[in-house]
């Protein structure tokens, strides 16, 4: 029996992760992070203490407000205003919850910190590395977001979920009687409840986004732009009209404050560089080694080759030129459902 600090926002997956925990004979202490003012962060707080009530545990609130501004807001703001695309939900992992949480609950005598993420973790018993693998769920997995995650917090870390479905974690939640088994996901970042990302960085930095030229893959000007963070890299919607035929956002200069609108062959690139990587199943890259890379979550992995530059960063080559290779997201590789590592997209090769 070990002793599982679980943690729980107060849905359907952190719920019967916690379930699950306590049927297999766990001591498990329930935690909910606060990581933000909002109404909603509130209500969440609130439904994971009376899941746990209904457990019979105890629950805690771990106070991450100041961390999460430093290294999950104010990273996403900028990262926006210099022209790339952010991923809040990779750095809230990497910082917060298997950053500080993990962290706390080994000065707090905890065994492991579980979640309700679908993927799974293994030991190498060869090199005795963990190794990060998808979820058993294809349409769940979650491993893209969690490629960050470092020895010791794979080795500190439970994801009960990881072997099951979601129809299956939704079965325990009604057999249990789970007020959230029919609960709709969110899909949108938990600090822009509403998707208005333009608004909320006008709210944090005012008069930092200013209209702006749409230019050709040429560099002739042939409109005006309502601000560079109202784009990314692939976008048609919401350009405007008026160019003739369907235009699309092939690149974007902060420094010019310009966007650059092509045609969809525009958008594709033979392969990317990368840089502030993560390795998991190896210590690190010692030569060219052939992956499936995804540069997006709900993309399927491409076949790529990948080889470490002189600066350290890392060079991806796709067998297939792909489309929309977009600044500030991640890149994530693998080698069948393993995750070899990562890192995040510095530009595309043409």
């Known amino acids: 029996m070990a002793r599982i ?29 606060d990581l933000f003012c909002d109404p909603d962060n509130d209500t969440h707080i609130e439904d994971a203490r009376l899941a746990c009530t209904s457990f019979g545990i105890e629950h805690r609130v771990y106070h ?46 905890f065994d492991a910190v579980a979640t309700g993420h679908y993927a799974r973790i293994e030991q190498d018993q060869n090199t005795l590395r963990y190794l990060l693998k998808k979820g058993a769920d294809p349409a769940k997995d979650q491993s893209y977001v969690l490629y960050n995650l470092t020895q010791n917090q794979l080795k500190h870390t439970l994801f009960p979920l990881g072997a099951i479905d979601k129809e299956a974690v939704r079965h325990i939640a009604r057999k249990a009687g789970f007020e959230t088994a029919e609960k709709k996901e969110s899909q949108d970042i938990c600090f822009v409840p509403d998707g208005n990302y333009q ?35 692939g976008q048609r919607r919401g350009i405007g009209t008026g160019f003739g035929k369907p235009m699309y956002v092939v690149a974007k200069d902060a420094e ?24 998991i199943s190896i210590e690190t890259l010692d030569k060219p080694t052939q992956v ?18 002189k600066d350290g960063t890392i060079r991806v080559d796709f067998d ?25 997209i510095i530009r595309g090769i043409s």
Do not use: W
């Open 256 to 279: 010019k404050n310009t966007i650059t609108l092509g045609e969809n062959p525009d958008l594709l690139s033979c392969g990317l560089i990368a840089d502030d990587l993560n390795y």
């Open 199 to 233: 608004e909320f960085i006008e709210q944090k930095i005012p008069g930092s986004v200013t209209p702006g030229k749409f230019l050709s893959v040429d560099g002739t000007e042939i409109g005006i732009h309502r601000g560079i963070t109202h784009y990314t890299i």
């Open 64 to 109: 991450a407000q100041e961390d999460f501004t430093k290294h999950v807001i104010s990273p996403f703001v900028s990262t926006y205003l210099v022209g790339a695309t952010p991923n809040p939900c990779i750095a809230c992992n990497r910082y917060i919850k298997f950053g500080a949480l993990v962290e706390y609950a080994q000065e707090q005598g």
């Open 320 to 344: 297939e030129r792909q489309r929309a290779v977009a600044p500030g997201q991640a890149v994530v590789f693998y080698q069948g459902d393993i995750v070899l590592g990562g890192g995040t």
């Open 5 to 33: 600090l679980s943690a729980m926002s107060g849905g359907i997956d952190s719920s019967v992760a916690t379930k699950i925990l306590l049927d297999q004979g766990h001591k498990v202490v329930g935690i909910t992070l």
């Open 292 to 309: 499936l890379a995804k540069i997006r979550y709900n993309q399927d992995g491409k076949e790529a080759l990948i080889t470490t530059c």
